[in-house]
């Protein structure tokens, strides 16, 4: 099902892929009522992994590139949940970004905006959400960025 949103995306080059399977013992998303709770997503994009540290093997802008792929995978965990119909989201409501970073990175603000500027280029307004940026010593597959969402969807 191909609808306003997914047309704001072709717009902008990007056309989601299937939502990836779960890499251990969890769901990829749970909704209560109307709102959706989507697990970590990392930055893999075409089967492959975006890894390093920011501060030492990638750039802020590599970083920054990497959370935009980590925001395009939690748009096709949403169009999964919605049975297909990306245009059952309302709202993003919060994201939590986790930077793979060196102890002394202190730009991760500036790595996760590659997913909120995306965000809210994609969708306007039901883009703008809060958010938490943080820095972890290691992240899953020695991947860049993973971060998770929370979502208002349609019932």
Known sequence: ?????????????VTL???????????????VGDILFVSGQISIENGEMITGKIGADLSV?????AAKVCAINL??????????DLDKLIRVVKLTGFVNSTPDFGDQPKVINGCSDFLVEALGDAGR????AVSAGALP???AVEIEGIF???E
Do not use: W
């Not at 959400?129 to 938490?132: A, L, Q």
């Open 141 to 143: 597959f020695n991947v």
């Open 61 to 65: 802008e590599q970083g920054a590139a």
């Open 17 to 31: 892929g299937d939502a990836t399977a779960p890499a251990a013992n969890y769901v990829p998303s749970v909704q």
């Open 75 to 84: 748009l096709a965990q949403v169009k999964a949940a919605c049975g297909g």
């Open 1 to 13: 099902m191909s609808g306003n949103i997914e047309a704001r995306l072709a717009e902008l080059g």
């Open 152 to 154: 208002q969807i349609a």
């Open 129 to 132: 959400h809060s958010r938490s």
